[in-house]
Nanobody
Framework: VQLQAFGGGLVQAGGSLRLSCAASERPFTNYVVGWFRQAPGKEREFVAAISGIGMRTNYADSVKGRFYISRDSAKITAYLQMNSLKSDDTAVYFC?????????????????WGQGTLVTVSS
């Protein structure tokens, strides 16, 4: 499966942004989708993951209560709604997929990656 992430941009602190991750094939429900991010000079870190039909989710502690992951099976697209953004959220965001039922938090467990989309939060 090929993934395309988009929706990044410049937003003020406290604002919101929604990222999208479009897949290239059906059924996309066979894949767990994860979002990761990488800030300048830092390692890539887990943000959120969602199960194939969206019944289970997992979030990094740093984004719990602010970010929400979802997916639309008909549109074979996953989303990351980001609210109450902080300057620390500035990073390139990547979506990834794994042919599995496990909500992995390690990037090495994901086989398919989108190209990344830049989110810049100004303070």
């Amino acid at each position: 499966v090929q993934l395309q992430a988009f929706g990044g941009g410049l937003v003020q602190a406290g604002g919101s942004l929604r990222l999208s991750c479009a897949a290239s094939e059906r059924p996309f429900t066979n894949y767990v989708v994860g979002w990761f991010r990488q800030a300048p000079g830092k390692e890539r870190e887990f943000v959120a993951a969602i199960s194939g039909i969206g019944m289970r989710t997992n979030y990094a502690d740093s984004v719990k209560g602010r970010f929400y992951i979802s997916r639309d099976s008909a549109k074979i697209t996953a989303y990351l709604q980001m609210n109450s953004l902080k300057s620390d959220d500035t990073a390139v965001y990547f979506c990834a997929a794994t042919y599995s039922g496990t909500l992995y938090v390690r990037s090495g467990n994901y086989q398919y990656w989108g190209q990344g989309t830049l989110v810049t939060v100004s303070s």
